[in-house]
């Protein structure tokens, strides 16, 4: 599979500390908020991902290696997304450049049921411009 960042301008480069895990993840807080199943996924994504923040595990793969429900796989990653530490496109995940503000607070999502499934971002907006012309 051909893989692609989902955010280029978000592009994480080693930090000067030498390590793929920030240090600002706990000096800036960005995590502090965060449910422990929002930071498992957190580290395991920064842990698997290639030089430009790249992995592709399936949910499947993540609950397996989580020891995690679909439902809490699904929940991690919507707690990221907001505040700009991960971008999401089934199945690849980018784990994002720190910088900046958080685009906004970290709340409990409403839990998801196990039929709820990720939609196609894409096929809406063409479903919606097909009704919109």
Same mark, same amino acid.
Do not use: N
């Given at each position: 599979?051909?893989?692609?960042?989902?955010?280029?301008?978000?592009?994480?480069?080693?930090?000067?500390?030498?390590?793929?895990?920030?240090?600002?993840?706990?000096?800036?807080?960005?995590?502090?908020?965060?449910?422990?199943?929002?930071?498992?996924?957190?580290?395991?994504?920064?842990?698997? #991902?290639?030089?430009?923040?790249?992995? +592709?595990? !399936?949910?499947?793969? @993540?609950? *397996?290696? =989580?020891?995690?429900?679909?439902?809490?796989?699904?929940?991690?990653?919507? #707690?990221?997304?907001?505040?700009?530490? +991960?971008? !999401?496109?089934?199945? @690849?995940? *980018?784990? =994002?450049?720190?910088?900046?503000?958080?685009?906004?607070?970290?709340?409990?999502?409403?839990?998801?049921?196990?039929?709820?499934?990720?939609?196609?971002?894409?096929?809406?907006?063409?479903?919606?411009?097909?009704?919109?012309?």
């Amino acid at each position: 599979m051909h893989k692609r960042p989902i955010s280029f301008p978000k592009l994480r480069k080693v930090p000067k500390q030498c390590s793929w895990v920030d240090q600002r993840l706990v000096r800036d807080h960005p995590i502090d908020p965060l449910r422990h199943e929002a930071c498992t996924l957190s580290l395991f994504l920064v842990t698997v #991902a290639d030089a430009e923040g790249l992995s +592709v595990y !399936s949910e499947r793969s @993540l609950c *397996q290696r =989580l020891s995690m429900t679909l439902t809490g796989v699904r929940q991690a990653r919507q #707690a990221l997304i907001p505040r700009a530490l +991960v971008a !999401s496109q089934s199945p @690849l995940s *980018q784990v =994002l450049a720190l910088g900046g503000a958080p685009r906004g607070p970290a709340t409990e999502l409403a839990p998801l049921s196990a039929d709820d499934e990720p939609v196609d971002l894409q096929a809406v907006f063409k479903q919606i411009g097909a009704v919109v012309s």
